[in-house]
Nanobody
Framework: QVQLVESGGGLVQPGGSLKLSCVASKGSLAYYGMGWFRQAPGKEREAIACINSGAGSTWYEDSVQGRFTISRDNEKNTVTLQMDSLKPEDTAVYYC????????????????????WGQGTQVTVSS
């Protein structure tokens, strides 16, 4: 059982940066693939950045490639999403999720592969 808590969301101007954090308040993330998802009003939840449990491989959705960076610290039980060059279209509720337990080499990316979800944190990009 894993419980995830996100933080770091807020209001930022276009071109600005935010760093989201996801901490496991219960359980260990060490053997889970991790992902960041987002859901804008009226749209489906989508994966934007994922990382395998070994932290050797990552995947990014095309619209965030080169602007967002996912990383993890298994000792601190934390996954972060550094978001740079933010755009208004990045406005959404951001969720972290854990899945693909025990598959150190595999980078999960579809919603059905993730078993545990945080409550979400709002990111608003606006001038």
């Amino acid at each position: 059982q894993v419980q995830l808590v996100e933080s770091g969301g807020g209001l930022v101007q276009p071109g600005g940066s935010l760093k989201l954090s996801c901490v496991a308040s219960k359980g260990s993330l060490a053997y889970y693939g991790m992902g960041w998802f987002r859901q804008a009003p009226g749209k489906e939840r989508e994966a934007i950045a994922c990382i395998n449990s070994g932290a050797g491989s990552t995947w990014y959705e095309d619209s965030v490639q080169g602007r967002f960076t996912i990383s993890r610290d298994n000792e601190k039980n934390t996954v972060t999403l550094q978001m740079d060059s933010l755009k208004p279209e990045d406005t959404a509720v951001y969720y972290c999720a854990a899945g693909a337990y025990g598959s150190a080499w595999y980078v999960p990316r579809s919603l059905s592969e993730f078993n545990y979800w945080g409550q979400g944190t709002q990111v608003t990009v606006s001038s």
